[in-house]
């Protein structure tokens, strides 16, 4: 991105300062700053202008920006450009039609339309099919050229043709873009009146989303409650903090951030009573429970509210603050660290991660990571066991206290009260996601198109279809047709339990929607299931911990 000449100046304080530890927006400014910003106005008007190949002054700027934030070793820290949307990242938001697509070889198949959304004002149904979008017919559109079609700047209208079974001609519709907004609460209802919500991001809103939802179950006589926040790698801090309220006394301390100004030390606390006094609430966390996730579960932990089960968190317990930048452009730096009630500080530091061999949130090899894994097929549970499968053991580290007294450890993280490591594959499920893998084959994506097909195949599907064989042999053949790749029988046969919960699940979601593509999911999840067996014996938030902390003892003597 371009830095504004007219702010060189500016700049060149900035990067010297920051350099020599301190600030020269004060009144008092050292010699040696000045100095030291002089001898880098120096050093930039050589590369300018005597360096081999010519370089653009401003480009020197901003290779200096980055340079300087990398030798911060703070792997939050970034320059941010106007054009990268980061409201719309921590909203939620984007700027779209809402309708969740196919793109098949026909065209764009309409799978669902998003709630008050642009799509939703219009007469648009499932399985609709958009032939073309502005003129350019969609046959054989990727993914991605369909996704990339239909999005688009607030306010911008995009015109699509869609043909409709039944109808003889095709209907010409033009949709005005606006914001849609992806809800990040989604629930289900298990068995024995357990409640269950998965919730994804702390964006804008969210309180009032997980709210809806836990106020639905409980109008299903839900008498127990499972929030999952495993793989919810936070977001916005006063969300986390309002999703906290729910569930504390008023009053209660949420979290309490600790920053060299003054001015970004603050202690959270909940503005209003527990919503849902009485309420067991087991909390599911794994290593990709980040940030936001870690301040809901670590404070819930310490005021005894909710039982803490999975594994340990990832860790990031550190405040970003965003400093606005003349040409739209915002500095986000680490300003501050996060601690629990208790005083447990969230946050590992980057070089023990590192040491570890773990993943780094934003990494290459965590993109990596999760690339394999949706190409495998799985809902990352490999990537759980991976990266989650942290050490542990709390031997060594610091012992912290509930407020009744029970023992919580510190060290950086969550350390739940109950650990329960998510299922592995069997070797017979691993052998096939090799073999997957190996061939390129995108799997995931494979059963969920004949998902679609095979729910557009059979209308009078009900919710409690269950896969047979004759299901699974036509996938099978479906998955060698479209990858080009002839199978070993014999290994498909061998994992077809694996085989026959991917069908189920994703036939489920192409039929009847999310939440029913999610029950399917949660049946084989070994986490889940332990939560809810806790949930069924006890009637009440201290029973639940009475029992946790049995089970811990248990194990470990």
Request: charged share 25%.
């Amino acid at each position: 991105m371009k830095l504004r000449r007219w702010w060189v100046t500016a700049l060149t304080v900035l990067l010297a300062s920051m350099a020599s530890g301190g600030w020269l927006l004060q009144q008092e400014q050292s010699e040696d700053v000045l100095e030291d910003a002089a001898l880098f106005e120096i050093v930039h008007r050589y590369m300018a202008e005597r360096f081999v190949e010519e370089v653009d002054p401003g480009q020197l700027y901003d290779m200096a920006v980055v340079g300087l934030l990398g030798q911060l070793g703070d792997p939050y820290a970034a320059l941010i450009g106007p054009d990268e949307q980061q409201a719309a990242l921590l909203s939620n938001n984007y700027g779209g039609v809402g309708m969740r697509i196919l793109a098949e070889e026909e065209g764009i198949t309409v799978l669902s339309i998003i709630p008050n959304s642009p799509s939703s004002r219009l007469d648009l149904r499932r399985d609709d099919r958009i032939v073309e979008v502005d003129g350019r017919s969609t046959t054989g559109w990727t993914q991605e050229e369909a996704v990339g079609a239909l999005r688009g700047p607030r306010g911008e209208a995009v015109d699509v043709t869609v043909r409709r079974a039944g109808e003889l001609e095709p209907l010409r519709m033009t949709i005005v873009r606006d914001e849609v907004h992806i809800v990040a609460a989604l629930s289900a209802r298990l068995e024995n009146g357990v409640g269950y919500v998965r919730l994804d991001g702390f964006s804008r809103r969210v309180r009032g989303e997980l709210q809806a939802a836990i106020n639905d179950l409980l109008a299903r006589e839900a008498s127990s409650l499972i929030l999952d926040l495993r793989y919810n790698r936070g977001g916005i801090l006063r969300e986390a903090v309002e999703v906290a309220d729910l569930f504390l006394a008023q009053g209660d301390q949420v979290v309490d951030t600790r920053a060299r100004d003054p001015a970004d030390s603050h202690v959270f606390t909940a503005p209003g009573p527990d919503r849902y006094p009485g309420l067991p609430v087991v909390v599911l966390v794994n290593g990709l429970s980040a940030s936001a996730s870690e301040i809901v579960a670590g404070s819930l932990q310490d005021y005894d509210r909710a039982l803490i089960l999975g594994t340990r968190t990832y860790g990031k317990g550190v405040m970003q603050s965003l400093f606005p930048l003349p040409g739209g452009s915002y500095l986000r730096l680490t300003t501050g660290t996060w601690y629990t009630p208790s005083g447990r500080s969230i946050h590992r530091q980057l070089a023990e991660r590192e040491e570890a061999g773990e993943f780094i949130i934003g990494s290459e090899a965590f993109d990596a990571a999760v690339a394999e894994a949706v190409r495998a097929g799985g809902d990352l549970a490999e990537l759980a066991a991976a990266s989650a499968g942290v050490e542990q053991d709390t031997a060594g580290r610091p012992v912290y206290h509930t407020v009744s007294g029970r023992t919580v450890y510190g060290g950086g993280g969550i350390m739940p009260d109950l650990i329960v490591r998510p299922d592995t594959l069997t070797a017979e499920e691993e052998k096939l996601r090799q073999v997957l893998v190996e061939a390129e084959i995108p799997f995931a994506d494979l059963a969920f198109r004949y998902a679609v097909r095979y729910r557009r195949e059979h209308p009078d599907l009900r919710p409690d279809f269950e896969v047979t064989p004759a299901v699974r042999e036509g996938f099978l053949d479906y998955l060698e047709e479209n990858s080009g790749r002839t199978l070993d029988r014999a290994v498909l046969d061998a994992a077809s339990d694996l085989i026959d919960y991917q069908l189920a699940r994703q036939i489920a979601t192409a039929a009847f929607g999310e939440s029913a593509g999610l029950r399917r999911s949660l049946g084989r999840s070994r986490q889940v299931q332990a939560a809810a067996r806790l949930l069924g014996m006890v009637a009440s938030p201290k029973q639940l911990l009475t029992l946790g902390e049995e089970l811990r003892n248990q194990s470990e003597g």
